[in-house]
Nanobody, 126 residues
Framework: QVQLAESGGGLVQAGGSLRLSCVDS????????MGWFRQAPGKERELLAT????????SYGDSVKGRFTISRDNAKNTLYLQMTNLNPDDTAVYYC???????????????????WGQGTQVTVSS
């Protein structure tokens, strides 16, 4: 059973950095692809970044490419999102998700998302 819990959110000034973590307390973390999403008030949920089970293949949304880095440590059952050069438009609740391969490859790869964390709030002040 996958149970995801995000941490690391908070208040940061524009231009600052944060690192989010997502821990899976279940035994199958390394079996799943993982992703980070966010949702701001009044907006649709946005896919930010994905990583395959091994960490070899990653992809990023255009809004965070070059600023955010997704990584994972399968030995620690933990997913990370390093966020740099944050701006007020990055304010949202950030979620991690676990999924399985759907289609495509490399930066065009897509997944079906099966499990979700509760989210962590990130607020960027100007």
């Amino acid at each position: 059973q996958v149970q995801l819990a995000e941490s690391g959110g908070g208040l940061v000034q524009a231009g600052g950095s944060l690192r989010l973590s997502c821990v899976d307390s279940g035994p199958t973390f390394s079996s799943y692809a993982m992703g980070w999403f966010r949702q701001a008030p009044g907006k649709e949920r946005e896919l930010l970044a994905t990583i395959n089970w091994s960490g070899f293949t990653t992809s990023y949304g255009d809004s965070v490419k070059g600023r955010f880095t997704i990584s994972r440590d399968n030995a620690k059952n933990t997913l990370y999102l390093q966020m740099t050069n944050l701006n007020p438009d990055d304010t949202a609740v950030y979620y991690c998700a676990a999924g399985s391969y759907a289609s495509g490859s490399f930066d065009k790869i897509t997944y079906d998302w099966h499990y979700w964390g509760q989210g962590t709030q990130v607020t960027v002040s100007s």
